[in-house]
């Protein structure tokens, strides 16, 4: 039940493209799901993030999808570009300090 | 100030060597965090200050020995560590249980 399910684990994607990145989850307890993007050798860095009251939430060409009933999320980056290659990791809070990371998704946009 | 730094960037030490890692925030974040992140792994939950006592240890090995001054700093000392500890040791804060944690940009660690 402390699972984060990350899928694809790897996405290559087209300048200006959709990626789309997957996350499921069992616990209906946890109650905040924030995205991090980190580049090679640098600290991950807090994207977007939502509530389990909120269907979707989007910042610049950074879309959060929330399915409560499914417990599924999604990161949607519109308009890809090269400098979003990355990696990016999903997270539940269990609401005791304690984040449950997904797995993470290397991301390759081609110029 | 919405920054988390950590010194130093990157360390190389044997393993009979003792060394510290030092993280500061000015944000007023009540919480701290050591996280260990393996290359291609999520981060990984090694301790967690709360009003600067310590809440969680995850089952760390002794040779990993966190300490908390004051609110805004953070150090993790570190003592006959082994090659696998080679990693990239992250801190973050955050306020006390309201979500968003912001990390630093990590240690670099090599054991040799």
């Known amino acids: 039940q402390q699972q984060v399910k990350q899928s694809p684990q790897s996405l290559i994607v087209q300048k200006g493209g959709i990626s789309i990145i997957n996350c499921a989850y069992e616990?209906?307890?946890?109650?905040?799901f924030p995205w991090y993007q980190q580049f090679p050798g640098k600290g991950p860095a807090l994207l977007i993030a939502?509530?389990?009251?909120?269907s979707e939430k989007k910042e610049g060409r950074f879309t959060i999808s929330f399915n409560k009933s499914a417990k599924q999320f999604s990161l949607h980056i519109m308009d890809s570009q090269p400098g979003d290659s990355a990696t990016y990791f999903c997270?539940?809070?269990?609401?005791?300090?304690?984040?449950?990371f997904g797995t993470g998704t290397r991301l390759k946009v081609l110029a | 100030d919405t920054e988390v730094t950590q010194t130093p960037k990157h360390l190389v030490m044997g393993m009979t060597n003792k060394k510290s890692l030092k993280c500061e925030q000015h944000?007023?974040?009540?919480?701290m965090y050591w996280y260990k992140q393996k290359a291609k792994k999520p981060p990984e939950l090694m301790f967690v200050y709360s009003y600067e006592k310590l809440s969680i240890n995850e089952s760390v090995p002794s040779r990993f020995s966190p300490e908390c001054p004051n609110s805004s700093l953070l150090n993790l000392h570190l003592h006959a560590l082994q090659p696998e500890d080679s990693a990239l040791y992250l801190c973050a804060s955050s306020r006390p249980l309201e979500g968003e944690q912001f990390f630093g940009p990590g240690t670099r660690l090599t054991v040799l």
């Open positions: 939502i509530r389990p009251d909120v």
């Open positions: 616990n209906t307890a946890f109650d905040y």
């Open positions: 944000m007023g974040h009540r919480a």
């Open positions: 997270a539940a809070d269990t609401g005791t300090y304690k984040y449950i």
